[in-house]
């Protein structure tokens, strides 16, 4: 008679879940309904959860060269910086970090180049060894440089949903293959220019890295600069910058029609036409207005000066490393800097800015407008309204932040507006040249800098689409009125 007593006792208790389980499930719900409903909002959930990881492992004594913790708000700016590829910096990057330190910013910068979606996707795949329907339109929200679009997408521009499995093994061989190459590579320049063959086993895959993901992080106390002399190490690392910043998407393409250019995704030809573009006239900019600086290039021969004129331009579109004080450029290749730095690079790359297919897209309109052409039309396509719309939501999104941004650092630092906007811009297009303000900011404007950080990384396009989830169609049209414009 006492059996089924216990008995039902037992199955009593088991019918009453323990609280912590109840509430981690609904924490894991909640998770998996986010990432399902919202991939771009379940992107910005999963940065800063990363950011807050590693703000902790920065804080951690071990990680400080000296044995210290490091203050709040560099550790938070280190994390920032490292998880959205940024480079910018309130403290000394080689001396302030132990070698565990430098690890832990290696492989957060590996992180946030590959993209917290698709590294989510690629580890899925291993795991499973295929990718559901889900996983895959998860992955196609963060490879698919045209993410937001609402309507139909032609499959020219885009990434078929079919071949989001061979799109992330591409990021994933292309990433390993591109930095193991490019560290080969650097490694002999490096020896060349005097570093020890031991230290330069750690220091060629750490540039490598820096190069490919378009951060810009050195671990030596010269930088860069180690290297001015070395046009191998620079031309390499220039190569570097350009394979990151032109995207997983274009190098997708490139592996499969690399000789059949006709067969290029329109998206292909523009990146690669337009970062081409940017670069030799960036190039060629900084040559004729820094030529007779005796600060930057003024002292240097005919060919250090092209070169360091080149090397600046590419670094410009996102590379952040830089041999030349970006303090001592004349007031007009710092303009022109900012330009190049907030263009950025290609679409779901490791370059940040408004993207050059943006800025080809919009230049395009306009020229489309200019010939009296109803349609923009480029290598006989023709690109929808609806990509122009975005293409410019995302430069006005984009200025916002940047004005924004500027504006408040100015008030409370009340430093010269040209090296307040120089970094911001900076910042916002994760580049990580400086003119010297960010490592002199006090802790308020360093939290005001890391959300431009953040949110020029998420990207504005993928911000723009998490906010426009909620919006509803509209079933109805209003009556027309033209105001006047211009």
């Given at each position: ?79 920032v910086s490292t998880i959205c590829v940024t480079g910018l910096s309130t403290v000394n990057m080689a001396t302030q970090w132990s070698p565990f330190g430098h690890v832990v910013i290696f492989i957060g910068v590996q992180i946030g180049a590959m993209g917290v ?370």
């Amino acid at each position: 008679s006492e059996t089924p007593g216990r008995v039902g006792m037992s199955e009593g208790v088991r019918a009453t879940p323990h609280p912590l389980r109840t509430l981690g499930h609904r924490l894991f719900e909640l998770f998996r309904t986010v990432a399902q409903n919202s991939p771009s909002r379940f992107a910005i959930f999963v940065f800063v959860g990363l950011i807050l990881i590693f703000t902790g492992l920065f804080s951690l004594p071990i990680a400080s060269a000296t044995g210290e913790v490091t203050a709040f708000a560099d550790a938070l700016f280190t994390a920032v910086s490292t998880i959205c590829v940024t480079g910018l910096s309130t403290v000394n990057m080689a001396t302030q970090w132990s070698p565990f330190g430098h690890v832990v910013i290696f492989i957060g910068v590996q992180i946030g180049a590959m993209g917290v979606l698709t590294l989510a996707s690629i580890l899925g795949l291993v795991i499973s060894r295929r990718l559901g329907l889900r996983a895959k339109l998860l992955a196609a929200g963060d490879t698919n440089p045209l993410r937001s679009h609402g309507g139909p997408v032609n499959e020219s521009q885009t990434v078929r949903l079919g071949e989001i499995g061979s799109l992330l093994r591409v990021v994933a061989l292309s990433t390993l293959v591109i930095e193991l190459v490019v560290a080969i590579l650097l490694y002999p320049g490096m020896l060349a220019s005097g570093i020890e063959w031991n230290v330069a086993l750690w220091e060629a895959p750490f540039y490598a890295a820096m190069a490919f993901t378009n951060t810009g992080f050195t671990p030596n106390v010269e930088g860069v600069g180690a290297f001015a002399d070395n046009y191998w190490v620079l031309t390499v690392l220039m190569g570097g910058v350009f394979l990151g910043s032109i995207g997983f998407p274009v190098i997708f393409a490139l592996r499969r029609e690399l000789w059949h250019i006709r067969r290029w995704p329109l998206h292909t030809k523009l990146t690669l036409i337009t970062t081409t573009t940017l670069f030799f006239l960036g190039g060629f900019v900084f040559l004729g207005l820094e030529f007779n600086n005796p600060a930057t290039l003024g002292s240097l021969d005919a060919a250090d000066t092209t070169m360091q004129s080149f090397f600046l331009s590419a670094m410009t579109r996102s590379g952040g490393f830089a041999v030349l004080d970006m303090s001592e450029l004349n007031g007009s290749s710092q303009i022109v800097a900012m330009m190049l730095m907030f263009v950025g690079g290609g679409s779901a790359s490791t370059a940040g800015g408004i993207k050059v297919t943006t800025l080809a897209v919009i230049a395009l309109a306009v020229w489309s407008e200019a010939k009296g052409r109803s349609s923009t039309q480029v290598f006989r396509r023709r690109i929808p309204s609806d990509v122009l719309r975005v293409a410019l939501s995302v430069l006005a999104w984009g200025s916002t932040i940047v004005a924004l941004s500027t504006v408040i650092i100015l008030q409370i630092t009340k430093a010269d507006v040209a090296s307040v906007l120089f970094d911001v811009i900076s910042g916002f297009a994760t580049v990580g040249l400086s003119t010297g303000l960010t490592e002199q900011l006090p802790d308020s404007a360093k939290y005001v800098l890391a959300v431009t950080i953040v949110m020029g990384r998420v990207g504005t396009v993928t911000l723009a689409a998490a906010v426009a989830a909620t919006s509803r169609s509209q079933l109805y049209s209003l009556p027309v009125e033209r105001p006047i414009v211009g």
